[in-house]
């Protein structure tokens, strides 16, 4: 069990770390705090895919999905990140954080714990991520969200459950370039 005195230190030790290792463990110092409060942050959006691809994609802030956005504020604030717009920004380690949903868009069952030292993280599950980077590569016409989509596609092609990627579909334009990314994962294989 860790406190905010502690955690506050644990923070601080962080301060001439690489940018990928702060974020990764503000999001584990963060997290424990916020289990302490029975709720569970999990890691979305750009620091999720910098995770999947081993530090390959680099994003400029933490995205957490959590139920429990008073006591994240608090906790935050407790921990000497500053409110600005949307965002929480701790001046010291350069760290900015984010909250932009309190539901998981994506199954709570695919999540995935990654160790972080004495700590873990939870990660939005590798089938959600990559069908999130679908959707803006189709709908917002995105370059970088099909590149980092299909590369996310191609390294866990093994593993990845497509029966529930297919499954989650919306239109199809998404199953066309789902399509795509499957056809030509097989051609780079090769």
Sequence with gaps: MINIDKAKESLFALKNKPKFERMLHTAAIFTELMEQQNIEPIIVGGLSVEIYSLNGYTTH??????DGYDKANDILHSLGFEKIGKDWFHPEIGVSVEIPDNYLAGDYGKVTTVPVGKR?????????????RLRAAVHWKSAQDREWGFRLFLMYMEDIDLDYMESKLETPTEKIELDHWRNEAKYEKE
Aim: charge should be negative; aromatic fraction near 6%; proline fraction near 0%.
């Design 61 to 66: 802030d933490i995205d957490f999905v959590l």
């Design 120 to 132: 873990k993280v939870n990660v939005i599950g590798i089938e959600d991520i990559i069908l999130d």
